[in-house]
């Protein structure tokens, strides 16, 4: 009850702050201009391309959740929040992975709103029940199934983007990071995807996580569904791994 306490008091803290402020202004902005991007598609097709595009994924749900987590991470470090003083170390990071899983999840439901708001307001029709078809693919579920699905990859894959950021980043320091996630992000922006094939066995699976984010054609729902399970499975187990070494190696407040 009193590490709630604290946490919540720290998360309304952090939400306050001018350069956070901004990360949602950015996010906004990016997310209604790629709806606007889509302006002469129809609604569910613009809503896919929106969350899809390389631009609008790099910015809402890699630099941004970097960028939170980090200062996070940078307040808890250098002992400002007081009442976190108290736990030991694994506990310590559990509750600095459970403020950051809902800071992330504050941006990704504001990135979700403000693309609906821009699909609305630019896009051709209306959300429609019929039957999902994406890549000459047919799969026998209504579209509202496949939306629900997308959103729910779309989130998790970010989360533990997210939590693997952070997690590396006890062990390197900071600057590092953002080192590396400019790279992984100069490469998603300037990478073409193939979008044309229909990916029909485990040797087709994709690497990028933006690869998850956009409507591939699998041989089948389930198929993708196994697909994606299995590679949130994989970048599970990778953060789990760093989680381990993290603890192994000791990390202390403020180190």
């Known amino acids: 009850m009193k590490v709630a306490k604290y946490q ?3 998360m309304n803290y952090i939400f306050k702050q001018a350069n956070i402020r901004f990360l949602f ?13 889509e302006r002469d598609a129809p609604f569910l097709t613009s809503f896919y391309n929106t969350l899809s595009n390389s631009w609008c994924f790099c910015i809402t749900s890699i630099l941004s959740c970097l960028i939170m987590n980090l200062n996070i991470s940078y307040h808890i470090e250098s002992q400002e929040v007081l009442g976190l003083y108290f736990l030991n170390r694994k506990k310590l990071l559990k509750e600095q992975f459970c403020m950051m899983f809902k800071s992330n999840s504050i941006f990704f439901v504001f990135n979700i709103i403000i693309a609906f708001i821009g699909t609305n307001i630019f896009s051709k029709g209306y959300l429609p029940i019929g039957i999902q078809n994406h890549g000459g693919v047919t799969y026998d579920i209504p579209n509202i199934v496949y939306l629900m699905f997308f959103l729910f990859r779309m989130f998790f894959i970010s989360q ?3 939590m693997i950021n952070v997690g590396i980043s006890k062990l390197i320091s900071s600057k590092w990071i953002y080192v590396i996630n400019i790279v992984i992000m100069a490469n998603f922006l300037s990478t073409d995807f193939i979008v044309g094939e229909v990916i ?18 699998y041989k089948s ?12 499975g994989i970048l599970f187990l990778i953060f789990l791994a760093i ?5 192994k190696k000791g990390y202390d407040i403020g180190k």
Do not use: D, N, R
């Open 25 to 37: 202004f950015l996010i906004g902005i990016v997310t209604i201009g790629c709806t606007y991007i």
């Open 221 to 232: 729902f389930s198929f993708e569904v196994f697909c994606s399970c299995l590679y949130m």
């Open 243 to 247: 989680l381990f070494i993290v603890l």
């Open 160 to 162: 533990l983007l997210a």
């Open 200 to 217: 029909s066995s485990t040797t087709q699976i994709k690497i990028f996580p933006t690869e998850y984010m956009m409507l591939l054609a």
């Open 8 to 10: 919540k008091e720290y």
